[in-house]
């Protein structure tokens, strides 16, 4: 059990570009999980996958954020057209049905 | 009104000292109750997991939900400056379902 994990650590891009992160959960948990999270704050929950099924988006992800998970193993989560307001961390969860979640150490964002 | 409320602190207490941490929330159908303890640059790590009311004990650590009152409680004995971290609690009606956060409290456990 390696745990969650993220690529890349920390990100820095211009506004208005385009940016993916990725995130491999612990093998054999079916459920995937993104969340977003600013400094001083909890986690927000954006989206999640039971296997490769996206089942829910909260009504925080616009248009300009797409996730995905294909073969229901590795997930991404790609931003378009960056802007200032993105710049966060962003979490990827994963869990077993029934089980609680277990965190990645996240993808920090920063739009200059 | 947030639907989790947890003082941000920061909390400073001295090594060895018995910490309190809480919540309250406002939606009574919420489940399911976790502590995660957070690093700074780090994804938070799983602490406690309990399902309805009652009492929980890990090592130093004891999860309390008093769902009549909506307001839970971690207790950490005999902490240790490693203990220093954000600790934030989390809730969901459904064990799959999405997590609903607090802000974290900033705890600091001086030598």
Redesign the interface.
């Known amino acids: 059990d390696t745990g969650?994990s993220?690529d890349p650590r920390h990100k820095i891009t211009k506004r208005g570009q385009n940016v993916t992160f990725r995130c491999d959960p612990i093998s054999e948990h079916n459920?995937l999980?993104w969340?977003r999270q600013t400094l001083?704050?909890?986690?927000?929950?954006l989206t999640?996958f039971?296997n490769e099924a996206q089942l829910?988006k909260?009504r925080l992800l616009s248009d300009r954020f797409s996730a995905e998970r294909p073969k229901g193993s590795f997930s991404t989560l790609e931003i378009q057209r960056t802007e200032q307001g993105d710049s966060a961390m962003y979490?990827c969860a994963s869990?077993r049905?029934?089980?609680?979640?277990?965190?990645?150490?996240?993808t920090?964002l920063s739009i200059l | 009104q947030k639907e989790v409320e947890q003082d941000p602190g920061p909390l400073s207490v001295p090594e060895g000292a018995i910490v309190s941490l809480n919540c309250t929330y406002s939606n009574s159908a919420f489940q399911y109750f976790m502590w995660y303890r957070q690093y700074s640059r780090k994804g938070p790590e799983l602490l406690m997991y309990t399902y309805s009311s009652g009492n929980k004990e890990d090592g130093r650590f004891t999860a309390q939900v008093d769902k009549s009152s909506k307001y839970i409680s971690l207790f950490i004995r005999d902490s240790q400056p490693s203990d220093s971290a954000t600790y934030l609690c989390a809730m969901t009606l459904d064990s799959n379902y999405q997590l609903i956060w607090g802000a974290g409290t900033k705890l600091i456990i001086k030598p």
Do not use: A, I, N, W
């Open positions: 969650v993220q459920r999980y969340y001083g704050q909890g986690p927000e929950f999640y039971q829910e909260s979490l869990g049905t029934g089980q609680p979640q277990h965190f990645g150490d996240g920090r």
